[in-house]
């Protein structure tokens, strides 16, 4: 998959002490989520559908 012109957004829990956080980039028909700290390595790429599944479980 090509996310070269993918936008990512940062957690609104980030902060600014170098704390772990994750970014997300909607990409169409998908959602990737990746490590701030690392852009460049691995991404978890979720459907739209599994992704709200994903975030309805880990909101509980």
Known sequence: MDM???VWRKSSY????GGE???LAAVPGTVAVR???DPDGPRLVFDQRAFAEF???IKH
């Open 4 to 6: 070269t012109k993918a």
């Open 14 to 17: 980030t902060t600014s002490n």
């Open 21 to 23: 956080c994750v970014e």
């Open 35 to 37: 490590d701030s700290k």
């Open 55 to 57: 975030l309805s479980h």
